[in-house]
Every structure is written in structure tokens, then in C-alpha cells.
């Protein structure tokens, strides 16, 4: 076992790269390069502390904020975190963390976005002294082999609903072009997303320079969604590809447009159903409308723990 402190170091490459190979869920909150740009814009006045197990190929990203430590690669932008690997080497290596911890004066866990089918919480609820609490979900959404298999998914109601609002849009906009790109234009991203007002304030300077990286942090991985009416963008969403599922990352909408994001979602659906995918993930968030398309919850947990 052994301990990082720093991202650069070329055995931690290697080691974190075979982690990422092990790891049941390849998702790109897991890769070194989320990471590495979360430390860059976010975490460089924090005291980096990265476990990592080279007989398992399993690491542990960890940060030290004062006495408190918590997961790298940012809670408010990666939906999931947790010791990277495979998954029957987690705990493990989380009881032989412990002792650093408390070394370097820990006194505080607060873990955050871990999915439900982690070793990590097998561990932690073995412990009495742990709070584990429900953090949020990210609905996922099972796709059959065609759209009209899929509406027969939903109930009498959402179906009847789905094919209204989208007669409604399509003849409210009859020239609305659907487009999907593998070249994300961020710039576009960030201008719709600050027609609201929360996502306004979320965009701090560090922010927008974290979603600048994105197409290259995400390896390959992102995708581009995007409704145009008389040649102009009006909605707009980024996904990530993981296999044969699409994970919704974040989106900006034209609020003169009134329901332009639930039409750009029921596109994506439409599009990931034909081109073969399997799943939609819907990231973090308890919106209705996820629910109404037809998603079910995979929860994330935070961990609490006093040393």
C-alpha cells in the first residue's frame, strides 16, 4: 500500500489506469483525469491523500480540508464517488486507511455521492459510530428496442401525455431540428444554462473553467444534444457514453421556449433507443419529469463518520 500526495506522480497513473480497468462501473467520474481537472480548478489549496493498493489495483481519492476528510473530484459535479477498483477489495483497503487518517489528524469523514451497490457502505454500516443517510438518486431509465415499445412502458396517462406534448411542440415549431454531435460546443452549453438563475450563481469562474476541460477530461466520452429553430440554438444537453448507456450530464434551455427541455429529453430518448443504447441515467435530482418518462431510482449515499 501507498500513500500520493501529489496527482503527477507516473506510479500513480499506472496504478489509478488499472483501477479504472477493475472497476465494475466505468463511469468518467472514476477516471484520473476528472480528478486531476477537479484538483486544477477546485481542490489546490487542499491536502491530497490518495491510497492506493497495488496487489488489488484499487485506489482511494481522497482530500484533507482542515480536519475533515472527504472523496476528490468534487461532490457538486461528479454524481458518484467512492473508492475505485474492484469491488471486493473496497473495504479492505478502507480499514487499513483509517490509522493514516487519524495520523494526519483526521477526525471527520464526510463522504458523499457513493452509489448503492458499494462495498465502501458494506463497510462503513458495519461500523456503529457511522451515520449513512440517502444523499440523492440518479433515475435510471431501462430502453427496449423502440420507441414504441418504450411507450408502452409508461402508464395510460404518461404515454397519452408524451405523444400530446410532443404533437403540441412539433406543431408549435414545425421547423425544430434535433441534432446530436460528438464535438461538444461548451460555449453554447454555458450560455443557455445561465438563462437560470441557480445555474447562474453555480457558475463561478472555476466553474466554467471545469466545463471548458470537459470534452477533454471525459476522453472521448462526451456527446452533444441540441434543439435549433430558424437556426438558432434553443436547447441544449451534455451526456456522457458508457457502453451502451448515455448519462444526461447537464443542459441550458431558451426559457421563451416554453417546453423545449422536456421535448430535448424525449429526443434523446428517441435517438439513444434507436442507435442501440440500453439505459438513460439521468444524473443527480428528483425532477418529476424523470419520474414521468419512466425512470426508477439508484440511490447515492453520504457517509458521516467521527474518529
Request: net charge neutral; charged share 20%; with cysteine.
Amino acid at each position: 500500500m501507498k500513500v500520493f500526495t501529489q496527482f503527477n506522480e507516473a506510479s500513480l497513473h499506472t496504478l489509478w489506469e488499472s483501477a479504472v480497468k477493475q472497476e465494475p462501473k466505468h463511469w468518467p467520474f472514476f477516471t484520473l483525469a476528472w480528478h486531476q481537472a477537479w484538483y486544477t480548478h477546485f481542490g489546490t489549496d487542499e491536502q491530497l491523500m490518495i491510497v492506493g493498493d497495488e496487489t488489488n489495483r484499487t485506489v482511494l481519492p481522497l482530500s484533507i480540508s482542515g480536519t475533515t476528510a472527504h472523496f476528490t473530484g468534487g461532490e457538486e459535479i461528479a454524481d458518484y464517488l467512492d473508492a475505485i477498483g474492484p469491488g471486493t477489495h473496497k473495504g479492505a483497503l478502507w480499514q487499513e486507511t483509517m490509522p493514516l487518517l487519524m495520523a494526519r489528524g483526521v477526525t471527520r469523514l464526510m463522504l458523499r455521492n457513493i452509489p448503492q451497490p458499494s462495498e465502501s457502505l458494506t463497510y462503513f454500516r458495519s461500523i456503529s459510530a457511522t451515520t449513512v443517510t440517502e444523499e440523492d438518486a440518479t433515475p435510471l431509465l431501462a430502453l427496449p428496442k423502440s420507441f414504441d415499445d418504450y411507450l408502452t412502458t409508461l402508464s395510460r396517462k404518461q404515454r397519452h401525455e408524451m405523444r400530446r406534448k410532443l404533437r403540441r411542440f412539433d406543431e408549435q415549431y414545425p421547423g425544430v431540428t434535433f441534432v446530436a454531435g460528438d464535438q461538444p460546443d461548451i460555449k453554447l452549453l454555458l450560455t443557455l444554462m445561465r438563462n437560470n438563475d441557480k445555474k447562474q450563481e453555480f457558475l463561478t469562474p472555476a466553474m466554467e473553467g471545469f466545463f471548458f476541460a470537459l470534452p477533454q477530461t471525459a476522453g472521448g466520452q462526451l456527446k452533444q444534444f441540441t434543439l435549433i429553430i430558424d437556426n438558432k440554438p434553443i436547447a441544449t444537453t451534455v451526456a456522457f457514453e458508457v457502453g451502451r448507456s448515455l448519462l444526461l450530464y447537464n443542459s441550458g434551455y431558451d426559457p421563451s421556449v416554453e417546453g423545449s427541455g422536456w421535448y430535448l429529453k424525449s429526443k434523446c430518448i428517441r435517438w439513444a433507443i434507436d442507435n442501440g443504447y440500453t439505459q438513460i441515467n439521468f444524473l443527480q435530482g428528483k425532477e418529476r419529469y424523470k419520474y414521468d418518462l419512466g425512470a426508477g431510482d439508484f440511490l447515492v449515499y453520504r457517509v458521516s463518520l467521527t474518529l
